[in-house]
Structures are given as structure tokens and as C-alpha cells.
T-cell receptor, first 114, second 114 residues
């Protein structure tokens, strides 16, 4: 069974640009969560999608948005990039995102803003 | 404020030795606690999941303990191997469970040398 796939693995963008990251969950998983990981802040929750609906949202500005498609694949978009957006962006998929269900992480997309 | 603190921040040990990583939390109400291993440049991989009623859980050479009274958890690694070099992240989940209620520690960076 294939794991969680994130594309691209690496990205370099300049300030002011926008970027779209993609996450394909494990087959059958309907919940996809996105996280930002930086050395200083650790892992921080961005948002979660379940059945094409945003179910939860972390404390990030509106420049960060996402969506989920009918096949559960999810995209995350960051507009008007800032230097501080440089981070490893991780997505995690789970069957239903509830209780003690296991969450599986992708390998992440390393975004560098210059 | 809900917080998860891990110690030490970094640790260097020789191959074959044992080590223990600590996680203290002030999260309430508590649902469950997870330990993840994250290799450099990769996504976190789950090691253990414990509910408040569980005191210990093992996964091969990894053993996690939980003391819900003192709000402390530890991850013990036995007979360390070079492949154990990674960051270990403690995650505490609030109750009722929801994806926006995952509180991440900033991790312990473990390096195992031959």
C-alpha cells in the first residue's frame, strides 16, 4: 500500500510569489492535515480537510489556504510569500482523523523563500 | 497554556548504549500521547500511541512510559543503533480528540555514533 505522497519535494520561491503544494493520502484515507515545521517553532497545525470540507484550522493568516478533491487529494496554497514562510510543510493522512486512529505523514515539501 | 516540553534538546550516545528521552506536558484534558521518530528531511513516523490509562507501550527496542498523574512520559531506546539517529517528537492530544488539538513538542535530536 503506497504511503502519503507530497510533491514537489523541494521548492525555491521569491518573496511575493505564491506556491501550491500537493498531498496524495493513503488510499482509503479521507482526512488530510497540513503542518508547518520550522526549527524554532517545531510542528504547527495549519488545517485539516475531511471529505472535501475544511474541518479544522490552525492559527495561520489567510495567506495560507487549502482544498481537498473528491479523491481525497489535497492542495495547500500560500500567497504573497514571506521569508518566514520558509519551512518544511508536512501533510498527514488518516482514515477519519478521529480518536486514536493513526496518522501517517508524507516526506514533506521543503519550501525556501528568498 | 497547553505546552509540551522535551528534554534534552539534543543527545549524543555511542552505538549499543541505552538512552531515555523525556516529555513533560501541561495539556488538559488529556486524550492520548504519541511519540514520533523523524529522520532528517523526512516526515515523522509513529512509534507509540498511549491513552491515559496505559502506563507503558513497546515497539521493538523503543519503550514509552506514561505517568498521567505527574504528566510525564519517557521514551527509552535500548541497544541503540546508528539508524536511531533522528529527532524524536512527543505529541499530546487534547480530549475530545480533534486534529486541531495536537500539541507538539519541539523534539529531541539524537545522534548515535559508532
Amino acid at each position: 500500500k503506497a504511503g502519503v505522497t507530497q510533491t514537489p519535494r523541494y521548492l525555491i520561491k521569491t518573496r511575493g510569489q505564491q506556491v501550491t503544494l500537493s498531498c496524495s493520502p493513503i488510499s482509503g484515507h479521507r482526512s488530510v492535515s497540513w503542518y508547518q515545521q520550522t526549527p524554532g517553532q517545531g510542528l504547527q497545525f495549519l488545517f485539516e480537510y475531511f471529505s472535501e470540507t475544511q474541518r479544522n484550522k490552525g492559527n495561520f493568516p489567510g495567506r495560507f489556504s487549502g482544498r481537498q478533491f473528491s479523491n481525497s487529494r489535497s492542495e495547500m496554497n500560500v500567497s504573497t510569500l514571506e521569508l518566514g514562510d520558509s519551512a518544511l510543510y508536512l501533510c498527514a493522512s488518516s482514515f477519519r482523523g478521529r480518536g486514536n486512529t493513526e496518522a501517517f505523514f508524507g516526506q514533506g515539501t521543503r519550501l525556501t523563500v528568498v | 497554556k497547553n505546552q509540551v516540553e522535551q528534554s534534552p534538546q539534543s543527545l549524543i550516545i555511542l552505538e549499543g548504549k541505552n538512552c531515555t528521552l523525556q516529555c513533560n506536558y501541561t495539556v488538559s484534558p488529556f486524550s492520548n500521547l504519541r511519540w514520533y521518530k523523524q529522520d532528517t528531511g523526512r516526515g515523522p513516523v509513529s512509534l507509540t500511541i498511549m491513552t491515559f490509562s496505559e502506563n507503558t507501550k513497546s515497539n521493538g527496542r523503543y519503550t514509552a512510559t506514561l505517568d498521567a498523574d505527574t504528566k510525564q512520559s519517557s521514551l527509552h531506546i535500548t541497544a541503540s543503533q546508528l539508524s536511531d539517529s533522528a529527532s524524536y517528537i512527543c505529541v499530546v492530544i487534547l480530549r475530545p480528540y480533534n486534529t486541531d488539538k495536537l500539541i507538539f513538542g519541539t523534539g529531541t535530536r539524537l545522534q548515535v555514533f559508532p
